[in-house]
């Protein structure tokens, strides 16, 4: 998990509140990813940013925004939108957006929405 | 469309014997290959990955995986499972076009390995 921080590890927020996932890395690391893990599902891609001031929705982007003013931040917000909110959330990085570099996660953040 | 598979949702072996983790993959380019390894409530670590060259490439833990373009398939290996091998592993796939700036990961469902001793 070196080098990519997400806090908290664990949240709880009530249905209808927005609520942020942190995500912060120290690599120097042009390309951020947010990706949301349900059981049995695999990783999907929520938003990514190739750099600063940029970035793309991806698969399942309705319900959830992003910033990335900084390079070593990217946090997502959930937002009330979201019809099914609860989940794993995985926040990764690398090098460059193209090419053959390898994507490096986060611990991840568990929220659950009751 | 792009696409990759794990076949097996679930893996079980015995220590000690030798384990291959399936994956196939689906693209219209050349692909670039990973395979990421999580332990539970963790992140996805890095593994191994093919984007040239020798079709049998070698990554951490003793893991090896070998591309076979004829039948689009990128199964991991190890030749002696360890208990400690047990964890949900993901193959990814990355296009490599020429002139894309399209370099976004495919990633299957999971599959979960069990290792018992």
């Known amino acids: 998990d070196g080098g990519i921080t997400q806090s908290p590890k664990y949240l709880f927020r009530k249905e209808g509140q927005n609520v942020t996932l942190s995500c912060e890395q120290n690599l120097n690391h042009d390309a951020m990813y947010w990706y949301r893990q349900d059981p049995g599902q695999g990783l999907r891609l929520i938003y990514y940013s190739q750099i600063v001031n940029d970035f793309q929705k991806g698969d399942i982007a309705e319900g959830y925004s992003v910033s990335r003013e900084k390079k070593e931040s990217f946090p997502l917000t959930v937002t009330s939108a979201q019809k099914n909110p609860t989940a794993f959330y995985l926040c990764?990085?690398?090098?460059?957006?193209?090419?053959?570099?390898?994507?490096?996660f986060g611990p991840g953040t568990r929220l659950t929405v009751t | 469309a792009q696409s990759v598979a794990q076949p097996e949702d679930q893996v079980n072996v015995a220590e000690g014997n030798p384990l291959t983790v399936k994956c196939t993959y689906s693209?219209?380019?050349?692909?670039?290959l990973f395979w990421y390894v999580q332990y539970p409530n963790r992140g996805l670590q890095f593994l191994l990955k093919y984007i040239t060259g020798d079709n049998l490439v070698k990554g951490s833990y003793g893991f090896e995986a070998e591309f076979n373009k004829s039948q689009t398939s990128f199964h991991l290996k190890k030749p002696s499972a360890l208990v400690s091998d047990s964890a949900l592993y993901f193959c990814a796939v990355r296009i490599k076009d020429r002139g894309s700036t399209l370099g976004r990961l495919y990633f299957g469902r999971g599959t979960q390995l069990t290792v018992w001793p």
């Open positions: 693209v219209s380019g050349n692909p670039y």
């Open positions: 990764a990085s690398s090098i460059a957006w193209t090419g053959e570099r390898e994507q490096y």
